[in-house]
T-cell receptor, first 117, second 111 residues
Framework: DQQVKQNSPSLSVQEGRISILNCDYT??????FLWYKKYPAEGPTFLIS?????DKNEDGRFTVFLNKSAKHLSLHIVPSQPGDSAVYFC????????????????FGQGTILTVHP | DTEVTQTPKHLVMGMTNKKSLKCEQH?????MYWYKQKAKKPPELMFV???????INESVPSRFSPECPNSSLLNLHLHALQPEDSALYLC??????????FGSGTRLTVV
């Protein structure tokens, strides 16, 4: 049972335009969501996070939106740059709702973002 | 400075070998994690240590043996691995709303 889903395996965007990456989840216990960027053979690099008490969090070119009723979150990158090309993982955890789940990040399958110059 | 350091970066081992992966963090977090990532798959949690005690073992085979000597160090001892255990092994620290920081990983190949 895949609790975190990224339904788009890949996304191609022109430099300067907006990239929108989507993520859906099924576990209502999840209360903390993160986006990571990953290059091959490297560890995931943290981008931005959001807790379930918020519906939006911004950090520079990155904005994450959370729609709890739809169990959906999205990552917006504006403007997109060629250096943003990587695999993007959505991850979720039950930081506060489930004590035994502390630290258990559940990842989506990832979306390969390609930003063309 | 790299906040979570993993060594070695690459490791090739035979199925009868014993080896260890090491992870070090100086971020002050009291929780550390081992994840395993196969090619084209997301990372999957293996173990969680909280305050140097094992708190989660995701039904990992006993040929993987974690150890947390202190709050800054995390080891993963490997013995009698199989070729299908070849993967990128990631260490992480953090949690509790502080985010999670991953190391660069150890690329393990079992021959």
């Amino acid at each position: 049972d895949q609790q975190v889903k990224q339904n788009s395996p890949s996304l191609s965007v022109q430099e300067g335009r907006i990239s929108i990456l989507n993520c859906d989840y099924t576990n209502s216990m999840f209360d903390y969501f993160l986006w990571y960027k990953k290059y091959p053979a490297e560890g995931p690099t943290f981008l931005i996070s959001i807790s379930s008490i918020k519906d939006k969090n911004e950090d520079g070119r990155f904005t994450v939106f959370l729609n709890k009723s739809a169990k959906h979150l999205s990552l917006h990158i504006v403007p997109s740059q060629p250096g943003d090309s990587a695999v993007y993982f959505c991850a979720a955890s039950a930081e506060w709702a489930g004590g035994t789940s502390y630290g258990k990040l559940t990842f989506g399958q990832g979306t390969i973002l390609t930003v063309h110059p | 400075d790299t906040e979570v350091t993993q060594t070695p970066k690459h490791l090739v081992m035979g199925m009868t070998n014993k080896k260890s992966l090491k992870c070090e963090q100086h971020m002050g977090h009291r929780a550390m994690y081992w994840y395993k990532q196969k090619a084209k798959k997301p990372p999957e949690l293996m173990f969680v240590y909280s305050y140097e005690k094992l708190s989660i073992n995701e039904s990992v085979p006993s040929r993987f043996s974690p150890e947390c000597p202190n709050s800054s160090l995390l080891n993963l001892h490997l013995h009698a691995l199989q070729p299908e255990d070849s993967a990128l092994y990631l260490c992480a620290t953090g949690g509790g709303g502080a985010g999670y920081t991953f190391g660069s990983g150890t690329r393990l190949t079992v021959v």
